[in-house]
């Protein structure tokens, strides 16, 4: 079973930063948070991972609370191609058998004009 | 960027007959899995393959679902006797000690 909970769904206006909740308060010590993007019938695409610090890469940046148990995942300018849906999956991190993961419902992100 | 490739991208077949999933993982990726998502419905988990074994399986992967790695590069997904309810998307996906990557994936029909 899932380990997180999202919002079912969620708009942005084209060009305003996209802010995606996660909570996933049932995280171990040594779980990281992924966030993947599917869309429509593509394969799944990794956004960013965290353990505990706030991340930034080229696509997105993840602010995970100081006690771990909630996320969020930003995308700064959203633009009409990030409408997808957002998984937020924890799981197994560096040196481990990380073992699979476990998607949710995630959030539909619909990036509007 | 290294990525996953699966072929073919769409395949169709009659209830009954057998089929096989081609992967490419990640050329240094240790960790090979398999999941599928039937049409409208959550990314399901399947199997995963490490050191040319199965590591984990869920209650969907039964005897009709088989995994191997035949060489270097490969990884597959055998159905022996599809079913119509295989008919779904089915995403390969690798890792090395951390990040999962999927692939495309194959869109099965099953006739």
């Known amino acids: 079973d899932a380990k997180t909970t999202q919002p079912t769904s969620m708009d942005c206006a084209e060009g305003r930063a996209a802010n995606l909740p996660c909570n996933h308060s049932?995280?171990?010590?040594?779980?990281?948070v992924y966030w993947y993007r599917q869309i429509h019938s593509q394969g799944p695409q990794y956004i960013i991972h965290g353990l505990k610090n706030n991340e930034t890469n080229e696509m997105a940046s993840l602010i995970i609370t100081e006690d771990r148990k909630s996320s969020t995942l930003i995308l700064p300018h959203a633009t009409l191609r990030d409408t997808a849906v957002y998984y937020c999956i924890v799981r197994g991190g560096l040196n481990t058998n990380a073992g699979k993961s476990t998607f949710g419902d995630g959030t539909t992100l619909t990036v509007k004009p | 960027e290294p990525e996953v490739t699966q072929t073919p991208s769409h395949q169709v077949t009659q209830m009954g007959q057998e089929v096989i999933l081609r992967c490419v993982p990640i050329?240094?990726?240790?960790?090979f899995y398999w999941y599928r998502q039937i049409l409208g419905q959550k990314v399901e988990f399947l199997v995963s393959?490490?050191?040319?074994?199965?590591?984990?399986k869920s209650e969907i992967f039964d005897d009709q679902f088989s995994v191997e790695r035949p060489d270097g590069s490969n990884f597959t997904l055998k159905i022996r006797s599809t079913k119509l309810e295989d008919s779904a998307m089915y995403f390969c996906a690798s890792s090395g000690f951390d990040t999962q990557y999927f692939g495309p994936g194959t869109r099965l029909t099953v006739l």
């Open positions: 050329s240094n990726h240790l960790y």
């Open positions: 049932t995280i171990s010590g040594n779980e990281y």
């Open positions: 393959f490490y050191n040319n074994e199965i590591s984990e």
